[in-house]
T-cell receptor, first 115, second 114 residues
Framework: AQSVTQLDSQVPVFEEAPVELRCNYS??????LFWYVQYPNQGLQLLLK??????LVKGINGFEAEFNKSQTSFHLRKPSVHISDTAEYFC?????????????FGKGTLLTVNP | KAGVTQTPRYLIKTRGQQVTLSCSPISGHRSVSWYQQTPGQGLQFLFE???????NKGNFPGRFSGRQFSNSRSEMNVSTLELGDSALYLCASSPRGGMGYGYTFGSGTRLTVV
């Protein structure tokens, strides 16, 4: 079965500082990886996705993530955060046979950007 | 292009009652998935429908059911509500679902069971 581990439940940072949100996955076959963001009282918004090809994926709002197959990781990064980036971030995986029509999510990382 | 629409946004029900939630996918999307989000369990997959057929189901009791109509709109039903069913229920649509198509989520229905 596929699974996702987000290593930090909370990450506080100061505005304009860089940030990395860590995500590790477990799967026996090739996977597709996603990062979603959730603002208070809203649904999930797709930040970026890795399907194949280049391991560095660029998304919206200046975020990027790097797929590392040997370390089974898909960490999310942003070089300089803004107050408006305060939200909960979810890493997700799909693609394993028998689980092909669903996303398996990590527990989420709450990013708090302080002035 | 309109996004995924979920109705109602908020709902308060009493234990033992049943509830029906509605989801209208993005026009042209034929796959609709449902997820339950709670502080303790996080985001958990309920089921996925494509062309009116359930293709995948999560590990939830039979009180949770769903269906999809010919226009791709979907409903989920929870019977005999329990306090633990209080959650944010999210619907997601996709052109075909699965693989790397990606899913667009609605704003959710916040269900409170008292």
């Amino acid at each position: 079965a596929q699974s996702v581990t987000q290593l930090d439940s909370q990450v506080p940072v100061f505005e304009e500082a860089p940030v990395e949100l860590r995500c590790n996955y477990s799967s026996s076959v090739s996977v597709y990886l996603f990062w979603y963001v959730q603002y208070p009282n809203q649904g999930l918004q797709l930040l970026l996705k890795y399907l194949s090809g280049s391991t560095l994926v660029k998304g919206i709002n200046g975020f990027e993530a790097e797929f590392n197959k040997s370390q089974t990781s898909f960490h999310l990064r942003k070089p300089s955060v803004h107050i408006s980036d305060t939200a909960e971030y979810f890493c997700a995986v799909s693609g394993e046979e028998g689980s092909n029509y669903k996303l398996t999510f990590g527990k989420g990382t709450l990013l708090t950007v302080n002035p | 292009k309109a996004g995924v629409t979920q109705t109602p946004r908020y709902l308060i029900k009493t234990r033992g009652q049943q509830v029906t939630l509605s989801c209208s996918p993005i026009s042209g999307h034929r796959s609709v998935s449902w997820y339950q989000q709670t502080p303790g369990q996080g985001l958990q997959f309920l089921f996925e429908y494509f062309s009116e057929t359930q293709r995948n189901k999560g590990n939830f009791p039979g009180r949770f059911s769903g269906r999809q109509f010919s226009n791709s709109r979907s409903e989920m039903n929870v019977s005999t509500l329990e306090l633990g069913d209080s959650a944010l229920y999210l619907c997601a649509s996709s052109p075909r679902g699965g693989m790397g198509y990606g899913y667009t989520f609605g704003s959710g229905t916040r269900l409170t069971v008292v």
